[in-house]
């Protein structure tokens, strides 16, 4: 079986009204679709790589080529995981979490989109819960970074909730033209104290080594 070779695409997490998970290949076809039908008001750019800025064709293509990459290139020194958040058994969007180093620096990133036709329902702080669950309380992380530009009220409103901290400021030119993106910090203390969604992991001790910790890293 696959998940004996690549433990990871047994693992779930689950909240009250989301799993999220590894897609099958016809799910991820799904989410490409999904992203096709725009994440964001065209008149402004979430992401630091404007991968939306491409035909609706272009944009699911990149959503899939980009799962299998980073797939592709995992190490457990550093792994980006693209887990497909599903509502009702249905691709709402996608939840990144991101190591580097992480069994020495305890540190993980996160970074999301959502379809438009899921957004101002709460999904957003939900489905970051959930990773910070699987950084905090699975992998016994340290702090979990998060960033957005400073349009990006969503984002930023969705880290103050749960418990970020200002982290400075770093510039950059998006479509030629200076955005400023506003970093966020949340420590374990922070997050202990900001939890307030249920979340359930199935399927982590098996990836414990290709995520470069040991069970005995572990809380």
């Not at 725009?38 to 293509?61: C, I, K, L, Y």
């Not at 101002?120 to 960033?147: C, Y």
Request: glycine fraction near 10%.
């Amino acid at each position: 079986m696959l998940a004996e070779h690549f433990p990871l695409v047994g693992l779930r997490l689950t909240t009250p009204r989301l799993e999220l998970r590894l897609p099958s290949q016809e799910e991820l076809a799904e989410l490409g679709e999904l992203a096709a039908k725009g994440v964001h008001d065209p008149s402004v750019m979430p992401f630091v790589v404007p991968w939306t800025d491409q035909t609706p064709e272009a944009v699911a293509r990149s959503v899939i080529q980009y799962h299998w990459l980073r797939l592709g290139d995992w190490l457990p020194q550093s792994w980006s995981l693209n887990l497909v958040v599903f509502r009702d058994g249905v691709p709402v969007g996608q939840q990144t979490i991101n190591g580097h180093d992480f069994g020495v620096t305890r540190e993980v990133s996160t970074g999301s989109w959502l379809g438009k036709a899921h957004q101002g329902k709460g999904i957003g702080t939900e489905m970051r819960a959930a990773v910070l669950h699987l950084a905090f309380a699975g992998l016994g992380a340290a702090e979990a970074a998060s960033g957005a530009f400073e349009h990006n009220l969503s984002s930023l409103t969705v880290s103050r909730k749960l418990g970020y901290r200002p982290d400075g400021t770093k510039r950059h030119a998006i479509r030629g033209k200076l955005s400023v993106e506003h970093r966020m910090r949340l420590s374990r203390t922070d997050w202990e104290l900001h939890r307030r969604v249920p979340v359930s992991v199935e399927g982590l001790e098996p990836c414990l080594p290709l995520l470069g910790i040991t069970a005995a890293q572990t809380p």
